[in-house]
């Protein structure tokens, strides 16, 4: 299995933390920096499981 390093930020907006992927048009957000982190993992894990959806 091969792993692949992303890079993302995370910013506050209104209250809510926004975590965006640098590489990929791909943004998350939650009610903490860990929520919005971990919440764009999954959303990362969903884009590279399903290859047919990236179109």
Request: proline share 2%; glycine share 4%; with cysteine.
């Amino acid at each position: 299995m091969m792993t692949t390093q992303l890079n993302y930020t995370v910013d506050t907006e209104d209250g809510v933390f926004i975590a965006q992927c640098i590489e990929l048009d791909i943004v998350s957000d939650g009610l903490t920096k860990e929520e919005a982190v971990a919440n764009l993992q999954e959303a990362l894990d969903f884009y590279f499981a399903n290859p047919d959806a990236q179109r």
